[in-house]
Each structure stands twice: as structure tokens, then as C-alpha cells.
């Protein structure tokens, strides 16, 4: 008798809201049946029936269960509902089966509709129409057992229905849970206008279970501590509070989103039938990229492999690097002998580099230059491509490989700048700061060559460890993927390093080079 | 008469907007701090965007920080009832008015500073000896023009804030009229075209204003300051009480609720209609060879023509579920005849993967954009029927898009989920299958598409990591290269992996279940991996396919126009002369698209060829100081349209 009353009360206070909201809401759903974009791409009304039951509908539930609960309690009318002989689960529940009723018929009215007009044009058969509706019902209730149990937050039910959403759609896109694919979502995604035969068993049980526990978290949430607990935070929330709220939620949210995809390791590569080869600093990893490679091919890849190892390991001794990046050379057998390709690999998996191995020697220089070049780079996530720092990690393979045929560089250096007819061959100390613009002045392989030629006159110059010690500090530095890298970059800049290392500048090794290395060159007069 | 402590209360009352500002910056500021390098905005190599990413950005944060502002003016002392105080104070009702306005000046002023210098903050971090001298110029025009519409916003939003809880749906309708306005073309759409006001540029060391559109802009923002200070004003703050009094209606709170769902349906439908979501075209086929005048491809003019009024039947064979129009009974029945010797020969494709549980609906009446010869959803084949279409054409169209479906099913939608690393994939793997018969016609047809893949390749080679990276593709190249290249990738998947693998790559996708946000070729790479293969075995095969299709091809490539053009502005008209630089067929038709730029998403459009052989349309047309176009050719050897890459300039006068 007392449920009875109750019930009659609910459906007198809320009869606006109840007969007036499906109304509109089917209004709602014909203005979006004229939805002509929608229409073309999804090609059914059910698919325009998706989108509205995806965006519009919980907009619907969420309005019911303010109405329902929310204002109850903001406006503490239940404590008369209190007074009845009922207990308070009662009159929850009788609020929670208005709400569920008025919010699964409002939905299986959508769909009648849309089936009843579309009967002919979608080819609708009896199980098509039970899937559809099947999985529209538990939509809808599922919509409300969330609006339900997060009525009861009072203030707090946007900025945490905020978060919930933002947490779905960070999960989905960053880690390797698919919500679209899962539970209620599954129910209403990209399948729910054409899926006519499979009823989804997973989804309907794994939505149930979440109705049930939204559910009873409700219910918990309406009957704790004698409902203090959703009166007290039913009170309503200050301009200031909202502000502040939304603020600090976000930025607490991106804060959280980023470490977490900072921690998120990139993918390991593997080659298949791949020759590896590693050591304590550096790992080797070579392939064919053909389905069987021929002996002679696997010979050539496996001298690739131990050459490569040895020179990096001894690069990364002297320089001072605990790990390399890992290497993949991946034979390529249309490539020409000086053909060098770099793959598309994050630098946190690695350097890819694609050759001839067959035609190119293991130990050639221009090889070895370009190989040395690019895993330096990749160990500092490509920070050393730059205006102030190029010089180095070019100079520094090609000073490598030739510091015991002293003087070939320079050599080449200046015959490529006799050959030349320009000022090209006046490198300054500004240049050395601005090494992007010389490479493009001069080209890239006279801007090698000058490189590696500044590289020879800061090992004339400076005392063997020194040059060790500056080249260490600047190649390798172990560059952390983020800010700290940048300010790293800043505070040691490459002249302040030299100076600290060597006690040379700039503007000594270009007057070396010029001065005693190139005498015949050009003046070094500063651009 | 200045009231500084007036004027101090008001700023100190917006003190929460400019906080709410400078944390949306402490955000960004954050997030480039955790994700990268702050001189370097993508360290790993991955392309970076085009610039739309941060007009988008400046429109939201003008928006946001107006209406921010706008509501914050008024609201606050409503919420708070600290108006009744005020009224109190030997001030005029017009001189609290006046001194909120000036606050909210300064404040917009302020962030539009703090702005300014932030952006060229990181600007100068990201400058090197290459980059083009910082132009401070372009700054200040910028800051200027920014602050113009910020302020214009705090107008609007100061008087629609008087609506209280409708604030989001009246707020919705003036966005959408001026969405309206701006798609509807004519005059005033060019006086209210914000997107001109966003990147204001300077040109041979001048700054161009967008006057026009300023004065447009500012002419909307003083009715919203004049309406909002007469509502405020309006005898004593009348309107004030007499909405207090709405709130206080039995009704009010249904009112309210049904403010809300219309303010939800009018942004969604706002956000949807700007978006176009072009992302969800997932699988069509391109329609079958037509003449280069006629190819559309922007959603607002894609269907095809409207089929007249019919009633639908339906008709079953053992894998299909045929949807028609009556008118059409006969032809259909024909079709369905052979309908499951098509499932079958897809089937062979993937080497019969699991059957599709139910049947695949085709339907045969349905409206598809018209730029495709048929759309598939999932279980759901989209082939119209038309006159002019052949029964062999349609029957490639429905192997093609029942390719789709398989791919679809296989990967239990994965393939969808990852749309941009796929689109290649699933393009290329349906052409496979629409393709894979052995009779001559489709033999022919084969190699059109091949002639097509090398006609492509030779305007530019598609590395591999682009090509599987949808986005980045298609800031470089037109998007229907992943017809006939992908194809090549599925012909190489089969040739280092067997039939088998298209089939066992999309059933690995499904399993794996990879985040959404995956790098395109971390996608293959993975899927590739899983398979005992890799993406350079299939690099290598596409690139040495390509190499070989080149050579095979190399005197009608020979023969083809390389195509050169110039732009230029005569009386209003933006003109393109294309002109084949080195040699000319006759049979090649010379074609071009825009692209017409949005706030959100950039559509193309076919321009008309004139009598002297340009391609003209009107300056107006084109919002903002750069325009993006495509120049290509067509000839019935290939069959469908081939581009040139694209070309951006900037529109050197107004």
C-alpha cells in the first residue's frame, strides 16, 4: 500500500519530466534521422539510431536519475519518504525501477519505430530485429544503472562522470584494452546496424554484471550511514568549486596520462631469421629481407654482424656509453653497393638500416661513416641533428675511422675546396653554430669532409683524453625522452664544453684548420 | 569617473578565468614536458601535422577563454547576489557595467599577451639556422586580430550568460548560424569568415589584415556588448529578477533538463556537420573509370542522384540477402544468379576463412557518396544499381566490397578500430580480391591498375611508412593512391607470406588487440612479426614489384604529361595554369582540386576546367592567406584520375 503511494507520488512529481522527455527525445531521434551525412555513411537508420543511442541517450538517463535522485536529495524532500514505514531500500528501489522502466521503454520505442519504417528498405527478419533489440534494452539499462549510481555523488557526479569517460577514452586509445570492443560499448558500436544473426553472449553477460554492480554501488552510495553521505555531497557546488574542480582534475588527469605513456616501452623488433650478435654495450641484429637467402648471403650478413659489433663496442667504449641502441641491417638485394637506407624505426627500438650486404664491404668507411653516424644519433633520440651539435657526430665517425691515416680527411677537405670556385672553403667558428645552413651552402659531403676535418685539428690541438673527454660529454650523454634533454642541450652548450674539456674554442680548431692543417686554403675570416 | 577599486573588485572577480587559462597553458606546457623534447615537437621521427592542429587549438582557446570570461563577468555577482550590494554603492548601474567591461579587456589582454609570448616562447626554442627569422610583425597582427575575436566572444557569451542554465543551447544556436552562415557562401559569409581571422600573414614585409572580416567580426561583437549592457541595465536589472523568478517556476527544472538534451543534440550536430567524419569511410571502392570532369569527392555533394520513390523487395541466395528496388526486379535476379560464385571466389582469396554466420546484405537501392562505386559497413554491401554499369563491373564492385566484409569479420573490426594504420591494407587486400579472377576482362583491368600504380610511383615515390600512415599520406599525396598501391602491398603480402597471410595478418589484429594510438607501421610491423615475417621482407617485395611494374610500364610513362602549374590572382579569381612541361598527349586531360579549408577537416574540390585552359574559382572561396591544390591528368590507358603531388602557395593578394 505504502510502495503504492510511493509510486504514486514518483509518477505525480516527475509526470512532467516522464511523459515530456521520451517525447522529446523521439523528437530528437527524427530530427537525426534527417541526418544526411550519417545516412551516407552508414547507409541504415540504425546506424543514425547508433550514434543517437551512443551520444543522446545517456544525456536522457542522466537528466531521469537528476530529476529522480539528485534533486531528492540536493533539496532533502526524501527525508519525508524517510518518515513512511518503509524502509529506505524501498523507496530507492522503487526510484530505480521508474527510472530503469522509463528508460528501456523510451529506447525499445526508438528502435520499434526505426524497425517498423524500415522493415522493407533493411531487409528485416524476426532475428535481426530480436538482436537489435536485445542489445538496445540492455543499452538503455545500463545508461541508467550508471546515471543511477552516479546521481548519488550529488556535486561530484559530473567532474567523476567526467573522469570515467576520459579514463575509457584514454584506455582505448593508449593501452591494449579495446572499451569499444567490450561489454555495453560492444553492444552499441560500429556492428549494431548490421549485425543481423550473432547475438553478442560475451557482451550481454560481462553488461549484465556491470548493471548489477553499478547497481548495488547505487544503492550502497543511497543507503549508507543513513544516507548522509549522498545528502552531503548533494549540496550544490559554488562558481568558485566548479572552476577549481575542473582544473585540477585535468590537469591531474594529464599529468597521470602522460607518465603513464611515457612508461609505455616502444615495441621490440624482431627479424626473422635474423643473424644476432651482442656484447655487453651492443647488440647486432642481421637479416635478408627475402624469404631464403642463399649461403653467400648469409656468409656476407654474418661478417656484417661481427663488424658492425666490434666497431660499435669500441666507439662505445671510448665514448663512454653503457648501451647502444640496437642495430638492424636488413639485406636488401635490389639496392645498389652504395645505396644505405634508414628504416622507420622509433629511436627507442633501435637503428634500421637497409644495404646491399652482399655488394658492400663490412668494413667500408663510407659504410661504417654512415652506420656509426646513425646510431649515435639514435642514442639520443636525434638530438644531436643540430645546428650546434652536427658537426660533432659527423665529424667524429669519419676522425674515427681514419685516425690512423692522419691527414686524409684533411686532405680531401682541401682539394674539394680547391676544386671549388666559391668562398665555400672559409669555414668559421659561426658556422660551427650554424651547421645546418653550412651543410646547405656547401653540401653534404664537402660539409662531412669539413667536419671531419675539424675534427682532426681538435685532435692536434687538444691532449688525447681531453678530446676523449669532450667527445664522451657530447656523444654520450644518455639523453632521457623528455624535457631534461632540452635543458640538458642548453645549460652544455658544445663551446662551453670544449672550453671546460680542452680549454680550446671554436675559433681555435677553425684557425687550426686553416692556419697549419690548410695552409694553402682560403682565409678563415669569420662570415 | 574611474573607480580603481571598482575596477580592482572586477578583476579580482575574474581571477578564476585567468587562472582556468593559465592552466590549459600549465597543461600544454606539461604534456610537451613528459611526451618530448621541448625544441623538438617529434623527436622519433613521425611526421609532424600541418598546422591545422594549432588553428583548431587558437579557435578553442579563444572560444573558451571568451565564453569563460563573458560568463564569469555577469554570472558570478548573479550566483553570489552580491548585485543587490553593488546597487547599493553610490555608483550607476552603467558604471559597474563599464568598469566589468574594462576588466574583462584587461584580462582579455592579458592572456592574449600571455599567449602570444608562450607561442614565441616555443618558436624561438624550435628556431635553427634554416628556419625563416621569427616575424614579429605576424606576432603582434596575431595578437591583435585574436584579441579582436576573444573580446567579440566575452560580448556574446556576457549576453547570452543571461539565459543562465539555456546558456549552452542558445550559445550552440548562435555557433551553428554562424556555421551556416560561413557554408552558405555570399557576402556575409566572407565578413564573418573567422578561420581569416586566425593567421593573419605578412606579405613582402606587410602585414594583411583581414579588415573585411575584422569589421565584420567587430560589428557582431558590439551587438553582443550593446545587448548585454542593455540587459544588464535594462530598469535596474529587471531581467535579472524576472529570470530569477523563471527559476522559481514548478516547470523551470523540465525547462531546463530539455535546454540541455536540445543544447547537447545542437553541438553534436554542430561538431558532426563541421567534422564530416570522413574517417568512417572506411570501405568503398572507387568508382569505376570515369571521366576526369566529373570526379567529386566532399560528402555535401557526393550522393548519387536521389532514386526515385519505390517499394524494396528481397531476395536470398545461399550467402547473400539481396535488398532492391522493385523497378529493378528483373536485372537483379539475374545478378543474384551468380551472386555465390563471388562469395566463393573470395573465400578462395583468403584461402576460406570462417563463413560469414547469417548472410552479407547487398543492397542494390541504397544512396552511397558518389565518388565510390560501393560502400560496405561491416555485414552491409552498399552496391547501387545503375544503368550505365556493366554486370561484370558490378560484379568486381561486389568482390571488392565483399573483401571488405571478410577483412571486416576476420578482424572482428579491428581493422576499423585502426583505421588510419589499415586504410592501405584494406584497399589494397579488396582490390586484390576484386581482382583475383582469372577471366580477361579482369585481366585487363588488372593491369589498368597496375599501369595506374606505376603512373603513380612515377610522380613521386610513397615510402612504405607513409603509405601505411593514412593521415600523413594524405598531406602528401591524393587519396586515392591506395587503390592501386595498396594493391602492390597485397600482392607482396602474398608473395612473402603466402595466400594465407592477408588472411592470417587480420586474424593476428583481432587477437592482439593493439592500442588504438599505435604508430601506422608499429601496426604492420607487429602484425608482420606475428606472421614469421617482417615489414622489411614486404618493403623489400613492394619496392622491387614497383621497380619492375616501372620498367614493364616505361613507354607509356614516358609518354604521359608531367604536369607544371602556376598560380596567380586576376580580378578576384584564383588562377591555376597546369601545363605538361615536357610533354603532351593528346589523349591526357588535363585535371585540378582545392582544397577548401575548414576549421576542422579540409575537403577537396574539382575545379572546372575554363576555355583557356586554366582553372579559375573565386577568391572568396578560399579562406586565409594559402591555398592547397592538386594538378593531375587522366587518360582512358589508366582509367582514373593520377596527381601530381600537392602544391601549397600563398595567395599573394587579396
Known sequence: ?527 | MMNLTLLAKELVGLRLSIGLVLAIHAIDLTYRCMFGFLDRPEPSGSDSSDGSDSVFSIVILSLLSGVVIGTAMIGQEREHQTLTFLDGLPVSRLSIFIHKALAALMVVLLLEGFSITYDWFFLWLNQDSLSEPIDFRELFAGFVVRTLLTTCVVGGAAFLSFSRKWFPLLLGIVVSLLVWVRTRGGPLSTWLDTSALLLPSVVEGQVVWPVQQMVGHAILGTFGWIFAARAFLHRDGRLTLAIERYADLPVAGYLTAVGYVLAAMVWIGLLFSLANDDEEEVSDRPAVTRAAGEVASTLSDLEQTPPQVDAFGGLQTESFQVIYRRSALARVSTLAASMDAIHEEVMDYFENPDRVSGKIVVDTGALIPSHAAGVTNWTKVRVPLNQEQSNAEFFRTLRHEVGHVYIERISDGQATTHFNAMRVFHEGVATAVELFSEDEETGLEREKVERWAAAVDSRGRIPFPVLCDNETLLRTRDDSVVYPLGYLVADSLVEIGGQSLPRRMMEKLRVLSLPAGSRPSQVWSTLLQQNGTSLEMLTAAYESRLKALRERESVFLEGIPRIQSELTIESDEIVIRAEPVDRADNTAELICRVEMKNVITNELEPVARAADGTFRLPRERISGSRIRFLVGWWTPEVGYPVFEPWVEEKLKER
Open chain 1, 1 to 527: 500500500m505504502v510502495i503504492r503511494g510511493i509510486l504514486s507520488k514518483e509518477f505525480y512529481q516527475h509526470r512532467l519530466l516522464l511523459l515530456w522527455l521520451p517525447i522529446l527525445i523521439t523528437c530528437g531521434w527524427v530530427l537525426f534521422l534527417g541526418m544526411k551525412e550519417l545516412m551516407l555513411l552508414g547507409g541504415s537508420q540504425f546506424y543514425n539510431l547508433s550514434w543517437f543511442l551512443w551520444f543522446i541517450f545517456p544525456l536522457f538517463t542522466l537528466l531521469l536519475a537528476n530529476s529522480l535522485i539528485a534533486d531528492e536529495f540536493r533539496k532533502s524532500t526524501q527525508l519525508f519518504l524517510e518518515g513512511l514505514p518503509v524502509s529506505r531500500f524501498a523507496f530507492l528501489a522503487v526510484k530505480y525501477v521508474i527510472g530503469m522502466l522509463a528508460a528501456v521503454l523510451t529506447a525499445l520505442l526508438l528502435v520499434g519505430m526505426t524497425s517498423s519504417t524500415q522493415w522493407n528498405s533493411e531487409g528485416l527478419s524476426l532475428r535481426f530485429a530480436l538482436v537489435l533489440w536485445i542489445k538496445t534494452l540492455l543499452w538503455a539499462w545500463f545508461c541508467w544503472a550508471a546515471s543511477f549510481a552516479l546521481a548519488f555523488l550529488g556535486r561530484y557526479r559530473f567532474i567523476i562522470g567526467f573522469i570515467v569517460v576520459f579514463t575509457l577514452l584514454f584506455v582505448e586509445r593508449e593501452l591494449e584494452i579495446q572499451v569499444t570492443h567490450f561489454g555495453p560499448f560492444h553492444l552499441i558500436d560500429e556492428q549494431y546496424a548490421y549485425e543481423r544473426y550473432e547475438i553478442p553472449m560475451v557482451a550481454i553477460g560481462t553488461t549484465l554484471g556491470i548493471i548489477l554492480l553499478l547497481t548495488i554501488l547505487g544503492f550502497v552510495f543511497g543507503i549508507v550511514r543513513d544516507a548522509t553521505l549522498a545528502s552531503m555531497l548533494a549540496e550544490k557546488m559554488s562558481y568558485r568549486e566548479k572552476l577549481t574542480m575542473t582544473a585540477l582534475v585535468a590537469f591531474v588527469l594529464f599529468v597521470i596520462a602522460s607518465v603513464i605513456e611515457r612508461q609505455t616501452a616502444a615495441e621490440p623488433l624482431y627479424l626473422p631469421g635474423s643473424v644476432d650478435v651482442s656484447s655487453a654495450r651492443v647488440a647486432v641484429s642481421v637479416s635478408a629481407a627475402v624469404s631464403s637467402p642463399t649461403t653467400a648471403e648469409m656468409e656476407a650478413l654474418q661478417g656484417h654482424a661481427d663488424s658492425m659489433m666490434d666497431h660499435l663496442d669500441e666507439v662505445a667504449e671510448f665514448l663512454n656509453i653503457k648501451n647502444l641502441p640496437k642495430v638492424f641491417l636488413v639485406h636488401r638485394r635490389d639496392f645498389d653497393p652504395d645505396r644505405y637506407e634508414l628504416g622507420d624505426l622509433d629511436t627507442r627500438q633501435g637503428v634500421l638500416i637497409r644495404l646491399n650486404a652482399i655488394a658492400s664491404a663490412p668494413d667500408g668507411e663510407r659504410w661504417l661513416r654512415m652506420a656509426i653516424r646513425s646510431v649515435l644519433l639514435a642514442h639520443q633520440h636525434n638530438r644531436l641533428d643540430s645546428d650546434t651539435r652536427d658537426w660533432v657526430v659527423t665529424g667524429f665517425p669519419i676522425w674515427w675511422l681514419a685516425r690512423s691515416d692522419k691527414g686524409r680527411i684533411v686532405q680531401e677537405f682541401a682539394v674539394a675546396n680547391s676544386v671549388s670556385q666559391d668562398d665555400a672553403s672559409s669555414l668559421s667558428e659561426s658556422e660551427l653554430v650554424r651547421w645546418r645552413a653550412y651543410k646547405k651552402r656547401v653540401g653534404e659531403e664537402r660539409a662531412q669532409l669539413a667536419a671531419g676535418a675539424i675534427m682532426f685539428s681538435l685532435s692536434e690541438r687538444a691532449k688525447a683524453e681531453d678530446m676523449r673527454a669532450f667527445l664522451s660529454h657530447v656523444l654520450g650523454y644518455e639523453a632521457p625522452y623528455d624535457f631534461r634533454a632540452t635543458i640538458h642541450d642548453y645549460w652544455y652548450s658544445v663551446s662551453s664544453v670544449l672550453r671546460a674539456t680542452t680549454g680550446l674554442t671554436l675559433a681555435d680548431l677553425v684557425s687550426h684548420l686553416h692556419g697549419t692543417l690548410l695552409p694553402g686554403a682560403v682565409g678563415s675570416g669569420d662570415r
